[in-house]
């Protein structure tokens, strides 16, 4: 019997605000363990919530974003669990009511666009740290990150494959970012990921028992762990063992998922209305304002630039993956109107040097305007392709002028005709064995010729001159 | 009764109260008093009645995002029963 | 003569602002008062000297520079369930024993700046939850007029303090009689303001959606300055309301004359208790004198609210009392196995029998497959009282009944029935559940000697009106002036 695989992801994004969701302390990450806490986020007794304006308005964005519809009134729960990172072992959030609900988002699967639907959006509070100590029988508690807002994304079980999983995980994030509501880091913890996922018999209208798979740190992780679990799980079937609903965590190490057997698994949440907060009302005109003011979209975006730039669509789904490397590649073409050109240039060079993350560019000290006037100086021919990447590399350590780095270092490219025919008869006299078995029908060696003059030119040579000189000189040589 | 054994522990455990046995009898005996107490709820007709959560007819006001000074970190930790450098310190968390 | 301890507020402001008297011998007439009988009445927690007299001393600075306002210079305990920076708030229960609270709450803060002096924190009990003051962890509270009785519950000492000249006023904290109980068992005035007129930042919660803070004093005109401080928004309580408030001593000595008193059918036909029934009989008879009118009206589902209280306000502790845990502030067991042995034990040695009945209580009406049943089903009961109470007052201006089925009863007789403890409130929860303001008055005494409260309810906001009806009636009346033997 074929199964397939049924998975609901439960994305968790920490939002950008300077304040806390329901306090004054600062969100900044990375401080001494408990020195941004007040009596509110420490869950003092006594102390009560404020909610963060900024806090609704990214939610909000988000929501739009994705084609959700935005509850006019919705409702703030506590979702009650004992936890130590949770100081009022209750966390704010919200349950029947969540403020957005009923949208999409588009994914690229092999078999094109796919919309993965949204089941819900909704605000809550995020808990602080647990660090565990590695000799004693004891944890550390550091509340610096409770209270930090987030939203939790809730998708429709819609997704079939690991693949599929790790495309959504891709697409959101890079709406959050897009939004600047989320740094999208997934290793600070900033975007984190759960996974619901069952098996059923191809075919089959109702869904297989679930688990729901945790300690996911990465699209890789969230690919592995997926696919560990649908292969367990599908296995299982097939034995005839019966699937336990449960929780499991996924080991990095092993790239298997275990079973959370603790006591804390009888999870109870007895979810009401919070009495500290009143009912939360968003304003239809904040929604359309916000709506107004929405950027363009990852998906538009990548859409316009194939169709508006003529690139493949997966050089326009790269350059999309930030509003910033998108920025850079429209600026840099308004300057050399060479699309493909262009897009290659950032693919490969440009992100090698940031080293693939995006987040480097803003200090990335090749800016646009450089990047085109390397590109005019290839195009024009006065360096060739190979040189002008050393260039490259020194304009990116130094900050450096490409035709000042060309000129300073004697890079210019010999498009003399007189020069290079003088080169070319001396690497063809050199080599005359080689020129004879030329001759005599073995092509490839044309290759080893245009190599050796490039030598002799120490890279300076026009490639294109050389192809067409030696092209020349052989054909005169096959005339004796 | 109208609550058994096995409520009365699995309460106590998620509202983490360690009982001792003669304590969950009596406690038992007095929740079940209370609960047929609120049978009398049942009388009321209550279909097409909206719930209350509070008497305030007003939505949740919000607060600009703007950050205020925290605590200081002895402040933050002057009531901890137990603590390590800066961090509160509890009994080992098992995942 | 009346000793400096034995007056109220509005008469030693006069004394302060006139020079004839300062702060500094006011309170130490009140600590000397607290001194003499603190060991019969235990209406403490926490006496605070040192801090009184300092305050005491800036406020006669204040007077002198004469920025003094009504209540500066004035002696006030707090009910130790309210945050006093740098003071312990321990809501009676071991598991805060020792919790120091790190900031002030909104009302304390306009206690300081209105130059008040702090004399301490007062008895309750535990958590606020019970309705004798028996429930605290410090042991219980005695009634002043008899000390075999229990003073009422839960805010048992703001109300004993006041009525012994331990305290000129205090504040109380009302969930479902809190104040008014305790206010009618001692023979001083008390109100439950309006849910939302008074923050609740610093009130360490007992049932959110039901907690209010309010003030105890004497008579009308002291509890008419408390509202003028206390009452006011506070963009630290999302449930504040954002109002203007008047100035409630401008409804002080105002005529009633005209206005319509509602006597509720199913509050009287509760009364069995003969002192009680004659009490509201001659406080009738005073308000007719005044030239009040009566009618009779009908709460249909005030039978209900019992049982919906005991289902809404334990839910909701159950959630406010889970950060007691043993790993931030508080009481920590000392041994345990594990994390989560070490919550059950913490919790089990911190808190009383009570609280952790109304835990298990609200932990069973939330969790899964009750919630239906209990929580929503009393939040339903919940609309229809508050809706009974809106259409009472379509036909009056306030309601009148009383504030406990009986007088003060003895220390121990109920402590072990809960339903029966639990049945003393029948007539102030329903107040709480549609969030109105309340007020106890002192109504007479029993045939022995002890005190029975009348309760006014008014529509939302209308606290000015229960100023104006009590003072009226204070005007008429020495039940107020009376102070208990001891």
Known sequence: MEYEAVIGLEVHAQLLTDSKAFCSCTTRFGAEPNSNTCPICQGMPGTLPVLNRKALEYTVRMALACNCTINEISRFARKNYYYPDLPKNYQISQYELPVAEHGWVEIETAEGVRRIGLTRIHMEEDAGKLIHDEDRPVSYVDLNRTGVPLIEIVSEPEIRTPEEAAEYLRALRAILVYLDVCDGNMQEGSFRCDANVSVRPVGQKSLGVKTEVKNMNSFRNVQRALQYEIDRQTEALRNGEPIVQETRLFDPTTGTTASMRSKEQAHDYRYFPDPDLLPLRVDPELVERIGRDLPELPSEKKRRFVEQFGIPPYDAAVLTASRELAAYFERTLELFPKPKAVSNWIMTELMRQLKGEEAGLASCAVKPEQLADLLKLIDAGTISGKIAKAVFEEMCSTGGDPAEIINRKGLVQISDSEALTELVRKVLDDNRGEVEKYLAGKDKLFGFFVGQVMKASKGKANPQLVNDLLVQELRARSRF | MKITDKEVDYVALLGRLHLEPEEKTKYRAQLDDILKYMDKLGEVPTDHVEPMAGTVELYTPMREDVVRPSLSIEEALSNAPARTGTSFRVPKVIE | ?486
């Open chain 3, 1 to 486: 003569m009346l000793e400096l301890y034995e007056k109220t507020a509005i008469e030693l402001g006069e004394l302060l602002r006139t020079r004839q008297v300062a702060s500094v011998e006011v309170t130490r007439s009140m600590l000397a008062r607290i001194e003499a009988t603190e060991e019969k009445l235990h209406s403490f927690v926490t006496v605070t000297p040192e801090l009184a007299l300092e305050m005491a001393a800036e406020a006669d600075r204040r007077i002198s520079a004469g920025t003094a306002g009504p209540l500066t210079g004035i002696p006030i305990a707090i009910k130790d369930n309210m945050c006093v920076k740098g003071l312990r708030a321990s809501c009676a229960s071991r598991i805060l024993a020792n919790f120091v609270a790190p900031y002030d709450a909104t009302v304390v803060r306009r206690i300081r700046d209105a130059g008040m002096v702090i004399l301490g924190t007062t008895n309750m009990d535990e958590f606020a939850m019970g309705s004798s003051t028996e429930t605290s962890y410090w042991g219980p509270t005695r009634n002043p007029w008899h000390l075999d009785m229990i003073p009422g519950g839960s805010s048992g000492g703001s109300a004993a303090s006041v009525a012994a000249g331990q305290a000129v006023v205090s504040l109380g904290s009302d969930t479902g009689g809190s104040i008014r109980l305790p206010a009618s068992f001692c023979s001083v005035t008390g109100i439950k303001p309006t849910y939302g007129s008074v923050s609740r930042y610093g009130l360490v919660a007992y049932a959110s959606s039901l907690d209010q803070i309010g003030p105890i004093a004497r008579d009308a005109t002291d509890l008419a300055l408390m509202l003028n401080l206390l009452c006011g928004h506070d963009p630290m309580d999302s449930t504040s309301v954002p109002m203007e408030h008047p100035d409630f001593t401008s409804f002080l000595g105002k005529p009633i004359k005209g206005m319509t008193l509602g006597l509720p059918r199913e509050f009287y036909s509760h009364l069995d208790d003969p002192d009680v029934s004659r009490v509201m009989a001659d406080a009738r008879k005073v308000f007719e004198g005044l030239g009040v009118s009566f009618v009779e009206l009908s709460l249909p589902h005030l039978d209900y609210g019992i049982a919906a209280y005991y289902i809404i306000a334990p839910s909701e502790a159950s959630s406010n009392l889970a950060r007691y845990d043993g790993v931030k502030y508080g009481h920590r067991a000392e041994n345990f196995d594990g994390m989560i042995d070490m919550y059950c034990r913490t919790r089990a040695e911190g808190f009383g029998a009570e609280v952790k009945r109304r835990i298990m209580l609200g932990t069973y009406a939330l969790s899964s497959g009750y919630y239906d049943a209990y929580y929503l089903k009393a939040a339903k009961i919940r609309t229809l009282i508050t809706e009974d109470f809106k259409s009472a007052f379509q036909t009056c201006d306030a309601i009148l009944c009383p504030v406990a089925p009986t007088p003060p009863f003895k220390i121990g007789e109920k402590i072990d029935d809960p339903i029966q403890m639990y049945l003393t409130d029948v007539f102030t929860i329903p107040v709480n559940m549609a969030g109105l303001p309340g007020m106890s008055i002192p109504g007479g005494f029993s045939s022995t000697g002890l005190p029975v409260g009348l309760q006014l309810i008014a529509p939302h906001f209308a606290e000015s009106r229960l100023v104006q009806l009590a003072s009226a009636f204070q005007a008429e009346t020495d039940h107020h002036l009376k102070r208990p033997p001891l």
